[in-house]
């Protein structure tokens, strides 16, 4: 579009946008309704994210991505707080699985630690580590980062989703970790290439605006056709999938 062009309509614009509406009617410039419907509500439709009503939006992300990297869940295979994901996208790759827990007191747990040191978990030791929506709980991100790679054997693949556009989902003294951050495709690259260096770390983001106002409603993934979920909009990033490889040595 040309300058002028560009000029003359961002102009259109501001001058439209101060007139009054009464004018802007009788001008015919006036915006069409919105029709809300539901929508229109200061408390969410279901404000635990969609439990009741399905699956969760941010679930039916995650295990696209897990989908589209299970040849990387091989091995020895760590989790956290359960192992449901290592059984589902592993099976019978997967030769030892682990879960790891902050606290004492989650039965499936066979690691207590806190991913920010973990001196008590060796070094090259796993060969995938499945690490949903965790690190956003996790105020020093950079140190559970180093730690992560630190723990995988070489070639080893770290597959880590977060937040993008969410609610708040651990309000602090819910459990014995609070929730700090939210992430965008270039915070992302930086941080996990500054951990596994550039060139091991591919990250992919899902969501577009009609999935991102359904999640914060705590709409759920099947009241939204399959295209509707799969239609991707990289300025409305709901879900940020990281996968991260350790080089060898
Ligand atoms: C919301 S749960 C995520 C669990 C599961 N991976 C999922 O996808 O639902 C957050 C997890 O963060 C872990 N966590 C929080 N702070 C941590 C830390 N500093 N080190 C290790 N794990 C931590 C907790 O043990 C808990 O399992």
Known sequence: MSLLRNVKTKSKKVIKAMLPSSLKEKMGLSVDPIDFGDL?????IDPDFGFSRGKVIDRYYIEKFLQEHAGDVRGRVLELGDSSYT???????????DVLHYTKGNPQATIIADLTTATNIESNTFDCIIFTQTLQMIYDH?????????????????????NGISKICRVLGTDPWGEYWRYTAQSSKIMFEEAFKAGNVKVTTYGNVLTAIAFLHGVAAEELSESELNYHDSKYEVLIGVRAEKTAP
């Open 40 to 44: 229109r509500r200061l408390q969410a």
């Open 87 to 97: 059984k589902r996208y592993g099976g019978s790759r997967v030769t030892k699985s």
């Open 142 to 162: 950079h140190a559970a980062l180093k730690t992560l790679q630190r723990i995988l054997r070489p070639n080893g693949v770290l597959l880590c989703t977060a």
